[in-house]
């Protein structure tokens, strides 16, 4: 049986549910996810909507618990029914955020059936659970707020750290601001992983433009570095076809088929529940990296609730030793305290469900 078999018959009883909004103001930007709090047969599961844009959590939470979703399921059936429903509103401000939404109520499912059947997701696959090594992502300059003047990026948002946790290790933005300086700065630390080059991102606050003399730069300069999303055009293909084992993806791959369809056969890609939605998508992933020897690491969007013990879950289960974009959420939110857990992370699951106990 593939990893979705052994959980697609698992019967999931629903009587209601409730919505609850979280917020956190960042610099330049306040964020907004939203609860999905399940209930059914004396438990509760939870997931996390981590769609981006305001407008359609305040439109889904103004609406609260209209969708029909009570009765007796199993997770392949309860799947099959969100099919149907409309799970936002009015139009989504973007299409990606349709599997954002879908993986909090899938998510939710998926925990609730397991407390009802008072086992754990980890037992119920048969995987054992194991320390999940972390990285902390970031910009080194914070998204300037609408009308303002970006800031210089400066190395000092990772000494801060580094003076706290000496060990930390982390996946860093490049902007094109990023001098010669700045990244020698940088290679001096040794903590770098992983570098988010954007290149994917089109329309959004956090696009980079893109600049083939960066990818070249860098990619000598962190030589053991991945290199994920990169841009891939006739200007950048000369630098990146030689580092093309380094290459990772992360925006494009919301399944299958998008892992095998992008320009070289990754040897690692970022695999993002919340893109995937469906969990029969996520499950048929873990499994074709598992069956062609391709790395996969976990990655972040922001979580402030239950979301984040979701993808450290998951994490520990099917890939705990690679750069897992996964840190606990204090890393993003402040990061500059001390008394936030070391890498690698102990697992923490719940003896029941699909939850990672904070």
């Known amino acids: 049986m593939n990893s979705y078999e052994q959980i697609a018959g698992l019967p999931l009883r629903i009587d209601s549910y409730e919505l609850e909004g979280l917020e956190h103001e960042g610099p330049g930007f306040t964020r907004l996810t939203t609860v999905i709090h399940l209930r059914g047969g004396g438990e509760e599961g939870v997931g996390e909507d981590v769609v981006y844009d305001a407008l359609d959590h305040v439109a889904l939470q ?12 199993t997770i392949d059936s309860f799947s099959k029914l ?25 998510s939710a499912g998926l925990d609730l059936a397991l407390r009802q059947a ?10 054992e659970p194991r320390p ?39 996946k860093l933005d490049p902007t094109n601001d990023w001098d010669d ?7 001096e630390t040794g903590a770098v992983d992983s570098l988010d080059l954007k290149g994917q991102y089109k329309g959004t606050p956090v696009d980079v433009d ?25 200007d950048t293909r000369p630098v990146l076809d030689p580092v093309s084992e380094r290459v990772t993806w992360d925006a494009p791959i919301h399944s299958v088929s998008d892992i095998e369809g992008q ?40 979580e402030l609730g239950p979301g984040r013990g979701h993808i ?29 857990p070391d890498s690698p992370l102990e697992p923490k699951l719940a003896p029941a469900g699909f939850r990672w106990e904070s």
């Open 263 to 302: 320009p070289w056969r990754p040897k690692m890609v970022n695999i993002k529940p919340s893109r995937f939605g469906p969990l029969s998508e996520l499950f048929a992933a873990y499994d074709h990296c598992d069956a062609n020897g391709i790395g996969a690491y976990g990655g972040g969007q922001w």
């Open 210 to 234: 893109t600049d083939p003399g960066l990818y070249r730069k860098l990619a000598e300069a962190f030589p053991d570095a991945w290199l994920e999303d990169p841009d891939v055009n006739d």
């Open 312 to 340: 450290q879950y998951l994490a520990s289960i099917f890939h705990p030793d690679t750069p897992n974009d996964t840190a606990p959420s204090g890393y993003n939110t402040h990061g500059t305290e001390p008394g936030l």
């Open 82 to 106: 969100l099919d149907g429903l409309e799970l936002f509103p009015s139009p989504p401000e973007r299409e990606v955020s349709v599997n954002y939404r879908r993986w909090a109520f899938e």
């Open 132 to 170: 999940v090594n972390f990285v902390v992502s970031m910009r080194l300059a914070p998204l300037p707020a609408e009308g303002e003047e970006p800031e210089r990026s400066t190395i000092e948002p990772v000494r801060q750290r580094l003076e706290i946790y000496p060990t930390l290790r982390f």
């Open 118 to 127: 008072e086992t754990s997701l980890y037992e119920h696959l048969g995987r």
């Open 181 to 187: 300086e700045l990244i020698a700065q940088l290679v």
């Open 62 to 73: 103004d609406a609260g618990p209209v969708l029909d979703m009570a009765g007796e399921h």
